[in-house]
């Protein structure tokens, strides 16, 4: 700075000097540099701890198996006289799979398998048909005898099941299955040699190396099973889309209700405040209280109405889904209130004055300008109640989700469970197996939150973009 | 019926003619204080009349004693230092000020010798009579078409799309617009500038059929050129519309209003300041010939 005031007024003796500015100003940039460097380390930190959540689930998601067959799928395939090297088990016709099955499980297992659900529609495989007449007019018909035949899909499982009789021996992660496939097949092999009693059935020859991914479309799709093997995940996503479906259809109604009532009618009260000091300290309730308060109100208080019975549901106890996604519901309800707050309150206060200046209604001007505008906000606020009320699962305990249950929910009075409580579940088994399935259900409770989310988002997105 | 013709006809020639009529009256007028209050029930009435109104804040008392008494197809001006209440007299007239919670008023408004005030009438029903234009262009984030047809709609306006079609461009026309946008009607009122925005908001307010239309320093956001064109809108206007209007512009005031109302701070003996009308008085007399020192000291620019 040359340029230098004529005429220094006494004040300017209390600033500093061209010099010691530069050194004062030195000063001031490094403050600012470390500054930086600490957000910068909060970031790193924060995806650190991001990257190796994701790196611990999917880490055990996939990798080598080492699994014993009681048949091989070949053995089979070659029975029908194919070349198993180009048709594999799958590929096998509805007939032949019903024979190979029928050659390998005694007739009993089979004659309780046509019961469940018969093989064809006009004619039986184990039981005989004057027994099927018997048995179908009895007082309680098994349901083998109304429903529709099984299907491909359905028996190829049963043949996999209960001929090929997979047996996962053990199992190593994907980072040392991709590094050093080698060393996990050796260590089976040292496992085998040391302490053979520990596979009393099988010899080493008989171990099969491959690949696994726990994660797989047939674990999605397929029923809870107690052979970790076979089992899926098929209930707990859909008592999941029950849940939320139920939770999202309580608490935005409600939520953004009374967020439209605290902002735009009610004037300032004790009363009011008090109401809305409680909403901020209810945000901060933990969710095991909430799950205290749907267990007396829901499942015991209001069980005629949870349990389906005064609509006529016959159904033992509260304890559904309905009951689950209430009490969601009023879990997420203080955020749905607190975001749609937030946006109503972001929305310019001369749009609603333009409102009333043209002769509008209070409700009039909300509904029609001001709410539209808020939207993109209180869909932040849906999409972190989402996010709650998916993976919460400490009320889900004590409101009553299923442990283990192989029918799907199919409506608001279905027993249910969720992934979440699958999860916590199946990581407290001993077997190793279950760890996998563990990791794979919570890769697929991600990826889940992940599509919801991104739905929401592009709502939002919408709503932001459109013009009108 | 013959005061109507004359004002139609001076308006073509210049604005200056209806101030005219008034003016005959004050000389017979005593020239103390009492006299302002009295005033305007000497006057004929006008579209809206105030009397001895005074508005609070909570316990605060933002404005002393107001009588006002605005005409038919006239322009009235509300000019005075800022803090004054003239912003707060403008929107006590069509009850806009409710939406201040601690807002209160007291005394007697008229609109068409009816007290606005009285239990029972609806802010509402009032609001859609006596329109407003605000100081920040506010366009509702709509279309166009939207923006005007909407409080024709919540209005219960029952026309065919057509008749819709009508009022929009009726009111675009009115407001001197219509020829900028109608070939976008369906876009957003947003993408409009500033001072289009700002006759968009007018074309709004005059669309619900308001026969009094308030604007609370409509051009003190827009720039020479814009504030110009509304200023010309105004004058248009004031043949089917009452206008009062607040500014801080006191050449604006001189431009386009028949009557000035001009507002000062009065110093109580607590320190609270509180406003007061000092004088209303046809514009030309009020700029030249002031009836009070504290009017010519604020028009001279001597004031505080």
Known sequence: ?468 | MTNETTKDLVDVSSHEGPVETPSAQPPALPDDKTAVATEPAVERDGVIQTQNMDIYYGSFKAVHDVNLNFQFNEISALIGPSGCGKSTVLRSLNRMNDLIPTARTEGVVTYHGENIYAPGVDPVAVRRRIGMVFQKPNPFPKSIYQNIIWGAKINGFKGSKAEADDLVENALQQAAIWDEVKDKLQESGLSLSGGQQQRLCIARAIATQPDVVLMDEPCSALDPIATLRIEELMLELKQNYSIIIVTHNMQQAARVSDKTAFFNIELSNEGQRTGELVEFTPTDQLFTAPKEKATEDYITGRFG
């Open chain 1, 1 to 468: 700075m040359s340029v230098e005031a004529p005429e220094r007024l006494e004040i300017q003796e209390h600033f500093p000097t061209d010099a010691e500015y530069d050194k004062l100003l030195g000063k001031k940039n490094r403050k600012g540099l470390i500054a930086k460097m600490f957000f910068m380390a909060a970031l790193a930190t924060a995806v650190l701890a991001l990257a190796a959540l994701l790196y611990t689930i999917v880490n055990e998601s996939f990798g080598l198996v080492a699994q014993v067959n009681q048949n091989e799928p070949e053995d089979i395939v070659a029975s029908f006289g194919y070349d198993p090297s180009t048709t594999a088990l799958a590929d096998l016709s509805y007939d032949e799979l019903v024979e190979s099955l029928g050659g390998g499980i005694s007739t009993n297992v089979g004659r309780r398998l046509e019961r469940e659900q018969r093989f064809y529609a006009d004619k039986l495989v184990f039981e005989s048909d004057e027994l099927w007449a018997e048995i179908c007019s009895s007082d309680e018909p098994p349901a083998g005898c109304d429903s529709s035949p099984r299907d491909h899909a359905g028996v190829l499982q049963l043949v996999n099941e209960r001929i090929v009789q997979p047996d996962i021996i053990a199992a190593a992660n994907l980072v040392p299955s991709l590094l050093d496939p080698q060393a996990f097949e050796e260590d089976v092999e040292v496992t085998f040699a040391n302490t053979p009693e520990r596979f009393p059935d099988y010899t080493f020859d008989q171990v099969q190396f491959q690949w696994r991914a726990w994660l797989n479309p047939t674990f999605l799709v397929t029923p809870q099973s107690t052979a970790p093997e076979t089992t899926g995940i098929r209930t707990a996503i859909l008592g999941t889309l029950w849940l939320v479906i139920i939770t999202i259809t309580f608490a935005v109604p409600v939520g953004v209700g009374a967020a439209i009532y605290l902002e735009e009618f009610a004037r300032p009260s004790r009363f009011n405040d008090f109401v809305q000091t409680n909403i901020n300290n209810l945000a901060g309730v933990p969710s095991i209280i909430y799950g205290m308060l749907g267990l007396a109100i829901f499942v015991r208080a209001l069980e005629a109405l949870t349990s389906g019975a005064i609509f006529g549901i016959e159904q033992a106890n509260g304890r559904t889904v309905l009951s689950a996604g209430l009490t969601m519901g009023l879990l997420t309800l203080p955020v749905v209130i607190i975001s749609s707050q937030e946006a109503l309150r972001a929305v310019p206060n001369s749009l609603r004055q333009a409102g009333l200046g043209v002769g509008a209604t209070k409700w009039q001007t909300v509904r029609s300008q001001v709410l539209p505008v808020a939207i993109p906000g209180i869909l932040t606020g849906v999409i972190l109640a989402l996010a709650r009320a998916i993976g919460e699962t400490a009320p889900l305990i004590l409101v009553g989700a299923a442990s283990f249950i192989t029918a799907d929910p199919t409506g608001p009075f279905s027993k249910f469970t969720a992934l979440p409580i699958q999860i916590f579940q199946w990581t407290a088994l001993p077997q190793f197996e279950w760890q996998h399935l563990a990791a794979a259900a919570s890769l697929t409770l991600l990826i889940l939150l992940l599509i919801l989310n991104a739905g929401a988002v592009i709502l939002r997105n919408r709503y932001s973009r459109r013009p009108q």
